[in-house]
């Protein structure tokens, strides 16, 4: 089955820097990557996905980037500020067609703290 | 308001009393989808629903039940708790596992964290 392996698990930054977390994922089959971000004391929210048919992909502050090749994915903030200071998911999952029911794997999670 | 809703947000409880949590969605959602979350070991999907009367185990189904009635319901049973279910829980949905814009991204609740003593 699909495995997403994530890197940093913590990563400190000084505010208005750029924070970039990585993943890789296993299975090659695997066509949605969303990015999840974990607020203390609320569950995960998204905040940017991609599909397999787009490498790159950029909202405001956040892009994520895809090499399929490679079968990796990763999470760039640019201008870093205290307000996003949280714990980061990354997910893969296969499509349909592949024997899959949509289901997300996640990588273990980037603590990322932002420092004023 | 969009939402997923559980209940209950605590609780601290002791081995092999049955306990349920439940999670309600007001979004008409066809997919839902409990997920146990552990220091180290990120987000497990513990079992998920695709629709009504529809469920199925996920990665860590051991000493859970689910059941899917209804539409918006989708609660978590453990029969006989024990502590290595002391975690946080938390429930998601989406409109489909599959729509025909590709995949639609999940929303999740606000978590649950049980304690087994």
């Known amino acids: 089955g699909e495995n997403v392996e994530q890197h940093p698990s913590t990563l400190s930054v000084q505010e208005g820097d750029s924070a970039v977390i990585k993943c890789t994922y296993s299975d090659s089959a695997s066509n949605y990557f969303p990015w999840y971000k974990q607020e203390l004391g609320k569950g995960p929210q998204l905040i940017i996905d991609?599909?397999?048919?787009?490498g790159e992909k950029k909202d405001q502050r956040i892009a994520v980037t895809l090499n399929k090749t490679a079968k990796h994915f990763s999470l760039h903030i640019t201008e870093t500020q205290p307000e996003d200071s949280a714990v980061y998911f990354c997910a893969a999952s296969r499509p349909r067609l592949a024997g899959s029911q949509g289901n997300l794997i996640f990588g273990k999670g980037t603590k990322l703290s932002v420092k004023p | 308001e969009a939402q997923v809703t559980q209940n209950p947000r605590y609780l601290i409880t002791v081995t092999g009393k049955k306990l349920t949590v439940t999670c309600s969605q007001n979004m008409n959602h066809e997919y839902m989808s409990w997920y146990r979350q552990d220091p180290g070991l990120g987000l497990r999907q513990i079992y998920y629903s695709m629709n009504v009367e529809v469920t199925d185990k996920g990665d860590v189904p051991e000493g859970y039940k689910v059941s899917r009635k209804e539409k918006r319901n989708f609660p978590l049973i453990l029969e006989s708790p024990s502590p290595n279910q002391t975690s946080l829980y938390f429930c998601?949905?989406?409109?489909?596992?599959?729509?025909?814009?590709?995949?639609?991204?999940?929303?999740f609740g606000d978590g649950t964290r049980l304690s087994i003593l």
């Open positions: 991609i599909r397999s048919n787009v």
């Open positions: 998601a949905s989406s409109f489909s596992a599959y729509a025909r814009t590709g995949k639609q991204p999940q929303h």
